[in-house]
């Protein structure tokens, strides 16, 4: 206690520590070392990932005349950490290493690295309650790291990428990627660093220090000795991803990658050279920050050289974000209905875009046109399902800050709603509203609803492939909500019909009734193979218990796509065992499944509207940095318009089902399933409907 205030008075650093993490279910467990600084750091703790042959002992951790970059950090208020991966260090062997070389694949490739380094993150954020932990990565180590970042931006606060590896097209492979690991002499290493200095300049790697380092790397593997000469033994992943890298496949999209990034080489590295550092410096689209720095009279390994102060300098400055460019908040309007019969729409829809905004807003923001970033500021307010309402909503937008309103819920407030909107006004872009073709009512109108036409286009003819013998159709429908009305009227019902099916007429109620014995005594009197239930989950689980009371069994039961929803499951499972649905959302790819499980986090139920809001805001996250937006204030009116613009020419926006075409008249033709419920619960019958 007495010796650790002393060294917190005296501004000096305490003893390293290695400390063990387990990986995943391997049962290995990898080796990160920390230092801590002399007082609580202000900065986010940095991890250093090594490169190919040596591990962080022999890197970060080396002490060059009694001082590591480690040291270095820790002294100038940074918490420290360096992880060894498997096979290197103080870290496990693969159990492949004790076997021969040629027996397995090559040993720790970028993905398998990239586990190690979010198991070495979520230990070092529990242990230093941090929510975020900068990377600072060397040579083969980036790949890895970039790997990491491209998919965690949320918990990477800074990345520094040192002499990386870059996409290179046609270079010959390297041999030693073709075996499980290779070995690694001292000399080999003297003459590889040695080398790298052109000729007849003056060497920068001191004798005197590779005198005490190469024992030292010797003594990182305890049967170096066993071998002659001594060598190390090492994972040939790297090898085999450098290969790659540089044979035109790269382990990872830079673009994905949305922190700041500083790129940072020796003038007289050859691994990183200057069309590699460009490379990768244009490719990273979406960081909010970057930067490249050239140092002289380095190399690639100048952490060990005599220019290594100006690395941990430019690397220190960097990573103490001074120069954090300006957070503008970016406010989008969500509306739809809150209360009423379809108020389950509003809420899903404000779950899904809190979500998203969140989910975005942790993983880089939005990059902005004057290098600002934007983090969405989503409100999001009850318009009741009334046209009235939801004008003046939108109304009040226009005259705010808002970029963007997203909804309404109901086709019969977008129907009225779309003709008031111009160019003093903000653009509109719907979740719900399902009611076809609204878009055109207005130039600064956008929907990703689902295109029914299609959809249900589709189910038909499925429908007379799959079920033959099934002749006649009858409907219930909503007779007073616009959606359900105008589906079962014009899409529907003239589809059934155009398929070769006979409607046989249908049986209307309102949205609001609790009690279906009319309607449900007409299905049952004629007697359809079978029925479209044109109605909200609420209405549909109540015809369905009605049918089921009165004995009606027709052969196939067909529903309106806003109720292929998990609330059909918890209201009527089992009465709604059979219904068929299309729907443009099911958990079925791994970007939705991801969604869904953020929405239900958020406190919503996934379904193919609200979804739809999660895809609306990604969607505009892209569009906002494209069309060059800035956020301020003073620019809103010409944000709006440049926005308004960029949706208008969108041909394609991305969707979680697979990519969504976009129509001239500002429409979205998604991908579609059928779902049906069996055993209770909904199951794809068909996922082959991509537009």
Known sequence: MLAAFAALLSGSIGAQATLRVPVDSTGLNVAVHHLAPPRPSRYAPVLFVHGATFPSALAAGYKFDGTSWMGDMARHGFDVWALDFLGYGASDRYPAMREPASAHPALGRATDA????????????????????????????????????????????RLVLFGPVALRQGVAPDAEGDSAYWYVTEEAQRARFVGYVPAGQRAVLDPRHFAGWGPAYMATDSTSRSRTPPSVEVPSGPIADINDAWSGHFPYDPGAIRVPVLIVRGEWDTVTRDGDLRWLFDALTHAPLKREVTIDHGTHVMHLEASRYQLYRETETFLAADDTPPVRSLAIAGFGALTGPVHDFGINSRAALRAAAEWINTHGGVRLADGATGRFDVSYDDDHCKPADAIALVRGYAAGDALVAI????????????????????????????????????????????????????????????????????????????????????????????????????APWSINDTAFADPVSRIKSAHPDILVLSSHPATTCGALAELHRQGARPRLVVGLVSSATPAIISRCRADAEGLLIPTTFAPITPAARQAAAAVEHAGGVPDLHCMAAWEILMTLRTVIERAGVTGRPDARDSDRRAIREALADLETMPGLLGTIQRTPDRESKKPFVFLQVHDGQWVVRSQSLAQ
């Open 114 to 157: 990239a586990r190690q380094i979010s198991a070495a993150v979520a230990f070092i954020e529990r242990h230093e309650h941090a929510t975020k932990v900068s990377l600072v990565a060397h040579s083969w180590g980036t790949l890895p790291a970039g790997l990491y970042t491209s998919t965690h931006p949320g918990a990477v606060d």
């Open 407 to 506: 909804g309404p819920s109901c086709s019969s407030v977008a129907e009225p709603l779309y003709p008031t909107l111009d160019q003093d006004s903000i653009p509109v872009f719907t979740d719900g509203a399902t009611k076809a073709n609204l878009a055109r009512l207005s130039p600064w109108a956008f929907r990703n609803s689902p295109n029914e036409i299609d959809m249900y286009t589709a189910l038909w003819r499925w429908i007379r492939q799959r079920y033959p013998t099934l002749k006649t159709v009858y409907a219930g429908q909503e007779v007073d909500f616009a959606h359900s009305h105008a589906t079962w009227e014009n899409i529907i019902g003239p589809g059934a019909k155009a398929a070769g099916f006979e409607v046989l007429g249908d």
